[in-house]
């Protein structure tokens, strides 16, 4: 099913699906819309710490018999920190305990595994093995909304009854055909992912070398500069841009104060010495705003 939203996929979904009798488990980093999916549902809600499969496993043996149905509500690509789940161990699991697995892929179709289908094609895993998996056709797409994948049983349902889907206007055709062109270039060139693959590990591998705060980024193309206070990370994106470079600022309460950052999309088009130049840049950037906080 494709949505017009992004955002408002998983905001849908989450309170259409699930009910008083349901529990939405989600973990602590998920992205704001799976949140308030999992707010505006009567289903019962918890998260469970970021990344932590055995936390997730220790609460659903606690909770799940006291459930009719429990989701998992995952992402493939976290958008602030750029790091990922153990997809296999999830999926292990959410399988011993009777559960559903969501994942949100918003940040890994197009850039995560050797063709850019996302962590299943990193982890070479059957997308079967999960249930609900979401993404957007906003991010390497290119285009504008947002799909909802899963069994042929599962998309016939929702795609009568979500009033999301039933009752809002439909993908526009240029953003449907973008995202079409934008899956058959994926699909023809894998090439593309393989450089944004090294363009990723070469700005990671600067930014460490150069002492940077990179957070827990791996594997993926986006990659945060840890700056530790919202008016450091937004002097820091101003100062990035009179020097032309455009990286925007994370700030509170996306993130905590502390964790403030200016977080960094990779793409296959960048260059090495872009990179090369965007790292130094960033460097010279961090010392100057830490002079101006102790100057404070």
């Not at 055995?54 to 750029?82: F, H, K, T």
Request: charged content about 20%; aromatic content about 8%.
């Amino acid at each position: 099913m494709v949505f017009p939203c992004g955002y408002g996929t998983n905001a849908s979904v989450f309170g259409h699906l699930f009910g008083k009798e349901d529990l939405i488990l989600y973990d602590a980093l998920a992205h704001n819309s799976m949140v308030q999916g999992a707010v505006a549902s009567a289903a019962a809600k918890r998260s469970f710490r970021h990344n932590d499969y055995r936390q997730l496993d220790a609460l659903l043996r606690d909770l799940r018999p006291n459930y009719r149905r429990v989701v998992v509500a995952i992402e493939g690509v976290y958008s602030m920190d750029g790091d990922y789940p153990d997809l296999p161990a999830f999926i292990d699991v959410k399988q011993r305990h009777d559960a559903l697995l969501y994942v949100d892929e918003a940040h890994s179709v197009g850039t995560m595994g050797p063709e850019g289908r996302g962590i299943c094609d990193f982890f070479d895993i059957d997308p079967a093995l999960g249930d609900l998996w979401m993404g957007t056709i906003s991010k390497a797409l290119g285009a504008g909304g947002g799909y909802l994948a899963g069994s042929d049983r599962l998309i016939h349902y929702l795609g009568y009854t979500t009033p999301a889907f039933v009752f809002s206007t439909a993908c526009s055709p240029p953003n449907a055909a973008a995202a079409l062109e934008g899956l058959r270039v994926i699909c023809r060139e894998p090439w593309r992912v393989t450089v944004l693959r090294e363009r990723s590990e070469l700005f990671l591998k600067l930014a460490i070398d150069a002492g940077l705060d990179t957070g827990p980024s791996g594997d993926t193309p986006v990659i945060p500069v840890i700056v530790g206070s919202s008016a450091r990370a937004i002097r820091a994106s101003q100062l990035l841009l009179e020097r032309g470079i455009n990286a925007q600022p994370i700030l509170f309460p996306a993130v905590r104060e502390s964790a403030a950052r200016i977080r960094f999309f990779l793409t296959a088009e960048h260059s090495e010495d872009q990179i090369v130049r965007a790292v130094a840049t960033m460097a010279d950037v961090v010392a100057e705003t830490a002079e101006m906080a102790g100057a404070v």
